[in-house]
């Protein structure tokens, strides 16, 4: 299950975030206080540079992933439920976000954060800079992702179609009969120019 983070998850992040283990593989690893905490969460839901999910797993808060959104793309952050370490499941949540949300996007691992590294890896992120201890990794749409993406596009479209095709012969039947036919006759030439596009070669 993914959701959007809520200000009543606030104890429980808070408890991940300060974890030793979490720290240490973070960019920024001091510790935050609970009132910095609270108001980042309170105001999170307002933010539109920014969001945050929560992953439930086989019923155990595994984890969360924020998403940035800035002048570089979107950057992707994590942390695993410290109990949680080391059972797959950051790889799992991970694979689900890239589902759920196909696209284009970027981390900032630290180089000793070996376990982060390859489960950047196996989602599909490859090396792009790296700049001290700290390694950028980027990973573009797949081909498959992209016509996934068109498809789920071009059925919401279809609906926003028929809707307008229905509004035009409401309200104006008789001029809108003429006009959808030349639409079909140049359906029919586009469909013709693909038979040749798949023939061709």
Request: hydrophobic share 35%; glycine share 6%.
């Amino acid at each position: 299950m993914i959701r959007q983070i809520k200000y009543d998850d606030w104890e429980l992040l808070l408890e991940w975030r300060n974890h030793p283990s979490v720290r240490e593989a973070s960019i920024s690893t001091s510790i935050i206080d609970v009132k910095e905490h609270k108001s980042y969460i309170k105001h999170l839901v307002d933010r539109d540079d920014r969001v945050q999910y929560l992953y439930v797993i086989d019923g155990i808060e595994a984890g969360y992933i924020r998403a940035d959104y800035n002048e570089d793309g979107t950057e992707l952050s994590y942390v695993i439920n410290p109990r949680q370490q080391g059972k797959g499941y950051g790889k799992r949540m991970m694979a689900e976000y890239l589902k759920a949300s196909p696209g284009s996007y970027y981390l900032h691992i630290k180089e000793s954060n070996i376990a982060s590294l390859k489960l950047a890896e196996a989602n599909g992120f490859i090396l792009e800079s790296k700049k001290g201890d700290l390694i950028k990794l980027r990973r573009n749409m797949t081909d498959l992702e992209i016509i996934d993406a068109v498809e789920a596009a071009r059925k919401g479209n279809n609906t926003n179609w028929m809707d307008l095709v229905r509004l035009a012969f409401e309200v104006a039947p008789e001029r809108a009969r003429p006009i959808f036919a030349k639409i079909n006759r140049g359906d029919g030439e586009i469909s013709k120019l693909l038979d040749k596009l798949a023939q061709n070669g």
